[in-house]
């Protein structure tokens, strides 16, 4: 735990408009949307939750799998009174926000550094080989010592944001904070969808954006299976960008989540 550090409340609700659900990637919570999250509450209602198993998230059932995400979305979404929504992902909320528009509960879908769209199942692997070398130098698992806050930040920020001082202080802390308490790494690790990932790209039927940025240290380019526009389906790549990058470059994604939505804007559905 870093001090002066409050744990995050497990769904953060602001806004009014139409619907808006934000998706954060593995080991941190939703407050790594920065102030994404101000700027879409002035004209939507954004719900963006903690998985659980993470930092201030509910308990999660166990064995936590990429599908019991999906599904607490799921519910979230009915308990939110929202048949479907605009949602945003990044990294595993990425995946879990494409599974979510595959059944059918997007009005929009951006996923940012998303994933689950692997090249091979080798890529899976060579990602969790690399997660659990770096494990223990950051406290996960357990009856591991943590690494001092400062020096765990200089750690954790070059994974998640290219210009790492570009990141607020606060946020900074909170992402610390947020990394060591994930309590569902290995439960992940071993879902044996992981291989496979997200294969269900092509038959998606609403404006879609992937952003893949430029200096992702946790999911390089080189990871993904090729990605080929369609009319629904847009690629674009981020420059200058690291894994998080909503942590570095908040408008720029702001700017991105807001023209996926304005292509479903656009969208003229048969009744």
Partial sequence: MVEGVEVPEAVHRSG???????????LLTWQSWGA??????ADHAVVAPTFPGHWGGPAAARPATVR???????RL???SGWDTAHI????????VALELAARGRARSCTAIAPAGLWRAPAAADSLLRKFRAFGPLIGLGPDRQPT???????LLLPLLANRPAAVPNPLAKAMTAAITECAIVDDLAEDPALPTGFTGLA???VPTTILLPAHDRVL???VYAPLTATPTLEVRPLPDLGHVPMLEAPDLITAEVRATIARAAATVRPA
């Fill in 77 to 79: 979404l009915d308990e």
């Fill in 220 to 222: 390089p380019p080189h």
């Fill in 203 to 205: 038959e998606l039927d």
């Fill in 148 to 154: 001092m806050p400062t020096l765990l930040r200089s």
């Fill in 68 to 74: 019991a995400l999906v599904d607490y979305c799921e």
């Fill in 88 to 95: 945003a992902g990044n990294s595993l909320g990425g995946w």
């Fill in 36 to 41: 994404v999250l101000d700027d879409m509450a």
């Fill in 16 to 26: 009014g408009g139409e619907p808006l659900l934000l998706l954060h990637g593995v």
